[in-house]
């Protein structure tokens, strides 16, 4: 019997945040960036996941030197904290010159411009020890479909990853997929787009997914099949796991509380396929509440990683002879309900 994998935890600083929503403003003292740093190993987690302006404040205006130095000084601080940076994520949604999308922008100068950011965010992995950069394509779609040919948006988006796998002969990319938010319907909505762009690039094991548990469920799917999807190709790389409710805005809920069900779908499918075993992490991109004082909040970070190891024991305590058996005879009733008492504790 295989030794069990031991799962691994991973957020980006920007998890720690103010509360603020496209209705208001901060609804909590801002925690100084650096110090977030100093809060993961005690909340049980060992992976960072940035943006390439977490490392580089203002990295608009700085030069290559100082951006270098930056990662090393981002590299050293890390080690003395025991944590490991897990990828660096080009913010390309931000900047007047994305407003519109960057790498599948009508414009000239934004194409230009987000092939820059993305180039630094490159270096910055490399300088951190980083082995890959993440796309989330935040902007890259349309607000009316006329706006932009689709076929040439796609073509645009393929370039860009084979400049990029051209750029540097190690770095891996991760697409991670999101059907609409900030845009009304984006490029690359889902597993499928993301696994086929893989394979069209020149450098298709390179070329891997990340699955947010809340994006695949605004496209109207489930994240554990999104996951199995990639699994079933070798393509998963990580996980932003958290929940939603329903079909409206990103909402980046704790893991697990809207539909518990489906989460622990998501954490049978990683185990049973082995994920973690060569140092994939479980991220947790959540959110925590407008309305929750103190700073900083980490609750919602706590809370998300222990329902996904209680929902860990559930899966390792699932009978899997019974569920077989059930399987075999088509009895799908008793399987839900099989499943259903065993979550509530029955069993
Ligand atoms: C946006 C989202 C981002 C990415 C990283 O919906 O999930 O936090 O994960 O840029
Ligand atoms: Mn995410």
Redesign the pocket.
């Known amino acids: 019997m295989p030794k069990s994998t031991v799962y691994r935890f991973s957020f980006?600083p920007?998890n720690i945040s103010e509360g603020a929503d496209p209705f208001g403003p901060d609804s909590r003292k801002a925690f100084p960036h650096e110090r977030k740093f100093e809060l993961y190993r005690d909340l049980g987690f060992e992976g960072v996941?940035f943006?390439d302006d977490d490392v580089a404040p203002g990295v608009e205006g700085l030069s290559h030197g100082q951006i270098v130095s930056k990662s090393k000084a981002v590299r050293k601080m890390l080690r003395e904290h025991g944590l490991v940076p897990e990828f660096v994520?080009p913010?390309l949604w931000f900047d007047p010159r994305t407003i519109d999308g960057g790498y599948t922008s009508n414009n000239e100068k934004d194409r230009a411009y987000a092939w820059h950011r993305t180039k630094v965010s490159v270096d910055i992995a490399r300088e951190l020890g980083a082995k890959a950069i993440?796309l989330?394509l935040?902007r890259e779609g349309s607000y009316i479909r006329e706006s932009k040919s689709a076929k040439l948006a796609y073509e645009r988006l393929l370039a860009v990853i084979d400049k990029t796998l051209a750029y540097d002969s190690k770095i891996e990319i991760w697409i991670?997929p999101?059907p609409n938010?900030p845009t009304d319907m984006a490029y690359v909505p889902t597993a499928g787009h993301a696994v086929a762009l893989a394979y069209a690039s020149n450098a298709p094991r390179r070329v891997k997914v990340?699955i947010?548990s809340?994006?695949a469920l605004l496209a109207n799917l489930d994240p554990s099949d999104e996951m199995a999807f990639c699994l079933a190709h070798g393509k998963l790389a990580s996980v932003?796991l958290n929940d939603q409710n329903g079909l409206k805005y990103?909402q980046?809920k704790n893991f697990g509380a809207v539909n518990l069900r489906g989460a622990f779908n998501q954490v049978l499918v990683l185990e049973d396929c082995g994920y973690g075993r060569k140092g994939e992490f479980v991220?947790l991109?959540v959110k925590a509440m407008r309305t929750q004082a103190g700073v900083p909040v980490v609750g919602h970070l706590k809370a998300s990683r222990e329902l996904f190891l209680f929902l860990l024991e559930k899966v390792r305590s699932y009978d899997r002879g019974r569920v077989e058996k059930l399987r075999k005879a088509r009895d799908y009733e008793a399987l839900e309900l099989y499943t259903l008492e065993h979550l509530l504790g029955r069993h």
Do not use: S
Request: proline share 0%.
């Open positions: 980006g920007w996941q943006h994520a913010r993440v989330w935040a991670e999101k938010e990340l947010e809340a994006h932003h990103d980046d991220g991109d």
